[in-house]
C-alpha cells in the first residue's frame, strides 16, 4: 500500500510556491452535501455495484495512506522542524488529503462530525471495528 | 482536543475467529505495557516537559497510541465475534465471558485489570523520556511474543507487525526528543522553577499592593 509510488509521486510542491491556499471543491453553500439529488445521483449503492465497491475502498485505503504518512511526518517534523524536504512532503499529503477526504465524504458519508450533512449519515455507514468497511 | 476519525490506521479484517489469540492479545490493550498505558503515560507527560519538542513528540504520538488502542480492541473484538459460549469457554475466556461478555476490557494476558500503576510520570523530563524510550522497547517485545504466537493467521499477523515497527519509530523520536532536553536543560541559567523563582525574587518590587489599598 505504502509502495505505491503514483500515489504520493515526488515532492513537486517548491517552497515558494507554497500551495497553502486550500480552496474547497463542489461545496454548495445553499444546499450543503448530500441533497437528495446528489444522493440519487452519486449514491454509491454500493451493495450492488462491485465497481462502486472498489472505487470507494480504494479512496479509503489512499485517505489511510495519506493520514499514516501525515502522522508519520508529523512526528518526524516535530525533532526535525527545519527539514525543508519533510515539511514540503507534508504540505503536499495534507492539500491530498483535503481534496481526497472532501471528495469521498460527500458521495460515501462522513468520516467525522465536523462534515456538513443535511441527513445524519453518521449512524448509516459501519463502525472501524465490524470490519469491511475499515 | 480530539476528533475521532471514522477509519482505522491500519486495516484490519480477521476471517477467522480465535478466542485463544484473543486471550493473549488483549494485553497490548489494557496490559502494563499496552496501548492504553502508553497513550496515557505520554498524554499525562506532555504537561511538564521543559521544550517545544518534547511537549509535541508526547502530544503526537500519546494521540497515535490511541489509535492503535482502537486497533488492538479490533483485533479482539474480530477474534471474539459470533462465537458460542461454549468456544469462548473452550479457549479459556469463561472467566472473562462471566465478568465482560462480549465487551473489551482492558487487562492483561493473564487477567490483571489495568491500573494507572502501569503509567510512569516522575515529574523528571529525563526520567520520563528514559522511561518512554524503555517503555516502546518493552511494546516491541510484546508485539514479537504476539507475532509468535499468532503465526497461523496473517490477517492477525499483518496488523502486529504494523503496530511492532511503529514502536520501533517512537523509539527514534524518543531519543530524539530526550537530546534535545538535555541540551535544554545545559543551557545556562535554566530553572525548572524560572517562573516561581523570579516571582519570589521580585515579591517586593512587583506586589500588586491590594493589601495596602485600604
Same mark, same amino acid.
Given at each position: 500500500m505504502m509502495n505505491n509510488s503514483n500515489m504520493f509521486?515526488?515532492?513537486? @510542491?517548491?517552497?515558494?510556491?507554497?500551495?497553502?491556499?486550500?480552496?474547497?471543491? $463542489?461545496?454548495?453553500?445553499?444546499?450543503?452535501y448530500n441533497?437528495?439529488?446528489?444522493?440519487? *445521483?452519486?449514491?454509491?449503492?454500493?451493495? /450492488?455495484?462491485?465497481?462502486?465497491?472498489?472505487?470507494?475502498?480504494?479512496?479509503?485505503?489512499?485517505?489511510?495512506?495519506?493520514?499514516?504518512?501525515?502522522?508519520?511526518?508529523?512526528?518526524?517534523?516535530?525533532?526535525?522542524?527545519? @527539514?525543508?524536504?519533510?515539511?514540503?512532503?507534508?504540505?503536499?499529503y495534507t492539500n491530498q488529503y483535503r481534496e481526497l477526504t472532501d471528495n469521498y465524504q460527500k458521495?460515501?458519508?462522513?468520516?467525522?462530525?465536523?462534515?456538513?450533512?443535511?441527513?445524519?449519515?453518521?449512524?448509516?455507514?459501519?463502525?472501524?471495528?465490524? $470490519?469491511g468497511m475499515c | 482536543m480530539w476528533t475521532y476519525n471514522k477509519v482505522l490506521q491500519y486495516p484490519i479484517n480477521i476471517?477467522?475467529?480465535?478466542?485463544?489469540?484473543?486471550?493473549?492479545?488483549?494485553?497490548?490493550y489494557g496490559g502494563p505495557d499496552g496501548e492504553l498505558a502508553a497513550s496515557l503515560r505520554y498524554l499525562s507527560q506532555r504537561f511538564g516537559m521543559p521544550d517545544q519538542k518534547s511537549k509535541a513528540v508526547l502530544n503526537d504520538i500519546g494521540t497515535e497510541e490511541l489509535a492503535h488502542l482502537e486497533m488492538v480492541g479490533t483485533i479482539v473484538h474480530q477474534l471474539t465475534d459470533g462465537l458460542s459460549a461454549e468456544e469462548i469457554k473452550a479457549a479459556g475466556? $469463561?472467566?472473562?465471558?462471566?465478568?465482560?461478555g462480549v465487551d473489551v476490557y482492558p487487562q492483561s494476558a493473564a487477567g490483571t485489570p489495568f491500573t494507572a500503576a502501569y503509567i510512569a510520570c516522575k515529574g523528571d523530563p529525563i526520567a520520563n523520556l528514559q522511561e518512554d524510550l524503555a517503555a516502546e522497547q518493552k511494546a516491541r517485545a510484546t508485539y514479537e511474543k504476539l507475532i509468535d504466537l499468532c503465526a497461523d493467521d496473517? *490477517?492477525?499477523? *499483518?496488523?502486529?507487525?504494523?503496530?511492532? /515497527?511503529?514502536?520501533?519509530?517512537?523509539? /527514534?523520536?524518543? $531519543?530524539?526528543?530526550?537530546r534535545g532536553v538535555q541540551d535544554k536543560l545545559a543551557e545556562k541559567r535554566f530553572y525548572m522553577n524560572n517562573m516561581n523563582s523570579n516571582?519570589?525574587?521580585?515579591?517586593? *518590587?512587583?506586589?500588586?499592593?491590594?493589601?495596602?489599598?485600604?
Open positions: 509521486g515526488g515532492c513537486s @510542491d517548491s517552497i515558494t510556491n507554497c500551495n497553502c491556499n486550500y480552496t474547497p471543491q $463542489g461545496i454548495n453553500a445553499a444546499f450543503g441533497t437528495e439529488n446528489e444522493a440519487k *445521483d452519486t449514491d454509491c449503492g454500493c451493495m /450492488q455495484n462491485n465497481d462502486n465497491m472498489e472505487t470507494r475502498q480504494e479512496m479509503l485505503n489512499k485517505i489511510r495512506s495519506l493520514n499514516f504518512a501525515i502522522v508519520e511526518l508529523g512526528e518526524y517534523l516535530d525533532t526535525h522542524p527545519d @527539514d525543508r524536504k519533510a515539511l514540503c512532503l507534508h504540505r503536499e458521495v460515501y458519508g462522513p468520516l467525522t462530525i465536523h462534515f456538513p450533512c443535511n441527513k445524519w449519515r453518521w449512524l448509516e455507514e459501519p463502525w472501524p471495528w465490524e $470490519g | 476471517k477467522c475467529p480465535n478466542a485463544k489469540l484473543a486471550k493473549f492479545i488483549i494485553s497490548q475466556l $469463561g472467566d472473562y465471558y462471566t465478568d465482560h496473517p *490477517d492477525v499477523l *499483518d496488523p502486529l507487525r504494523f503496530l511492532r /515497527q511503529r514502536e520501533i519509530v517512537h523509539f /527514534q523520536r524518543f $531519543g530524539e526528543a530526550l516571582s519570589n525574587n521580585n515579591n517586593n *518590587d512587583n506586589d500588586c499592593g491590594c493589601e495596602n489599598k485600604n
